[in-house]
């Protein structure tokens, strides 16, 4: 390295996706800093004790099937840095109102028996998926490239015509009952968008496969132990990393061969913008942002008291009841409004993992979609579905913490209007995010590359987005 530079690359951010960046740069011998405006680490993986002492709550992600299932992750020794991954007995349950449950299991065949007459369906639909994942992640999970995809065409075709169909219309076409439609609109919902709309089945499917091929675990202790790994095993490369330092201008960083923003595109403009050249400005101003969400967590003086007992074995419950309930509740979020029965989504870490809350205590981890910046309190609502299916519910409240759009922005910038997802992901922003280029981690600017959600795949805390920006900055600047 050149004595005008500081260090090979700087990364801003301190969340999974920098961090996996900086650790790739760093597996590759080059010097690295990593610059994080919080006073800790971690991004969408923090943990904290948000209601009451000795209750652990994840302050964003909580269940990661993408964080054992990424292909990058899974290359590093990150359980010799204190990550341990638990794995309930069920990866997801949805309770109907009848009082029973469709379940999720690494098993297909344990699966497909709950959803009662589809049971057969679900089998062919789903096996080919699983029995191809490694292809379709080395396909999908990152930009789109000609080359895997051609090199297993056949193999990689059941996942791409589904995914790319409006979900609601894959529902009902291939199950003939409540049961399989209701549990895979639950998955397909993830993607935040309407269920009538192209490309809404991606993250259903893809959530669906993961349940079998990895399951959907948790970090034992809470989402910091993921980048708390990850920060260990940088600092053992030999990375820095820096917190508590917000970066207001790319001047004011150290001198450095190549920048990677884990930031969106408002914050990369307000940071770096008149490093870019105009037209790329105005690509960015365009990107789009999509709902929001509304969490509450919840400390309680029990388990929740689902109706189902199958839901008393999942690490993550889907509430919603049935297709067209979940369909009705993204699109009123869709057209800017709050639906009356909103699809919540549950995730109860302490059933599983006692270092969550004391003895005879739980934690419960719960949201909605709401519109992009809503200030509508969805208190109310979302605990008027959870005692639907959970009576008595309300009593065994010790104590929560909600955070609206506004105060989850504030906590990550990058969670803009409340988006937790770093943008829309329609088709229009799948792999085009955030802008058309052919490597989309680049920009104009040959030193300056982005590693955020905002990238393709994506949300979730996987780690892909800062792998390949890494390659990207490796394959260019920093060779």
């Not at 109102?97 to 057969?120: P, Y």
Request: a neutral charge; proline letters at 7%.
């Amino acid at each position: 390295m050149s004595t005008l530079y500081q260090y090979d690359a700087v990364v801003i951010g301190a969340g999974p996706n920098g961090l996996a960046a900086a650790v790739d740069l760093a597996q590759a011998g080059r010097s690295v800093l990593v610059v994080e405006a919080s006073e800790t680490i971690g991004g969408g993986s923090r943990t904290r004790e948000l209601t009451l002492p000795g209750f652990q709550h994840d302050v964003c992600s909580a269940v990661h099937p993408l964080g054992i299932g990424s292909p990058f992750l899974r290359t590093l020794p990150l359980e010799q840095y204190g990550l341990e991954w638990v794995q309930p007995p069920l990866s997801v349950a949805h309770p109907l109102d009848d009082g029973s449950a469709v379940t999720l299991t690494r098993s297909i065949a344990e699966s497909a028996q709950s959803m009662g007459l589809d049971a057969h369906a679900y089998e062919r639909f789903i096996t080919p998926v699983v029995e191809h994942w490694p292809m379709i992640a080395d396909a999908f999970l990152g930009p789109l490239r000609p080359g895997p995809i051609l090199q297993h065409p056949l193999a990689l075709t059941p996942f791409s015509l589904n995914a790319l169909r409006p979900a609601h219309e894959l529902l009902v076409h291939t199950f003939k009952g409540e049961r399989a439609r209701a549990v895979l609109a639950g998955l397909c919902a993830h993607s935040m968008l309407p269920l009538e709309k192209v490309s809404s089945s991606a993250a259903g499917l893809l959530l669906a496969t993961l349940a079998h091929v990895y399951g959907w675990p948790m970090p034992r202790g809470g989402s910091q132990r993921i980048v708390d790994a990850l920060a260990a095993y940088l600092r053992f490369l030999g990375g820095e990393i820096m917190t508590d330092t917000e970066v207001k201008s790319i001047d004011a960083l150290p001198r450095a061969r190549a920048y990677l923003f884990d930031v969106t595109p408002r914050q990369l403009l307000r940071i770096a913008g008149s490093r870019l050249p105009a037209g790329y400005q105005r690509s960015l101003s365009r990107y789009r942002y999509g709902p929001g969400a509304f969490k509450i967590d919840y400390a309680l003086d029990g388990p929740i008291p689902w109706r189902a007992a199958a839901c008393l074995q999942a690490g993550t419950v889907h509430v919603g009841a049935t297709l067209e309930e979940i369909a009705d509740a993204e699109r009123q979020v869709w057209r800017g409004e709050h639906s009356e029965r909103p699809y919540v989504l549950v995730a109860q870490q302490s059933l599983f993992d006692d270092s969550r809350a004391p003895e005879g205590k739980h934690t419960a981890w719960v949201y909605c979609h709401v519109p992009n910046g809503s200030t509508v309190d969805m208190t109310a609502a979302i605990e008027a579905q959870l005692e639907r299916f959970a009576p008595g519910f309300r009593d065994r409240i010790l104590a929560r913490h909600i955070s609206n759009p506004q105060a989850l922005e504030r906590y990550n910038a990058n969670y803009i209007g409340g988006d937790i997802n770093g943008g829309v992901l329609d088709l229009g922003q799948l792999f085009t995010r955030p802008t058309v280029r052919i490597v989309p981690y680049s920009t104009p600017a040959k030193d300056i590359f982005i590693c955020s959600s905002s990238t393709p795949p994506g949300g979730g805390v996987h780690g892909m987005c800062g792998y390949f920006a890494a390659r990207a900055a490796l394959q260019s600047v920093l060779r």
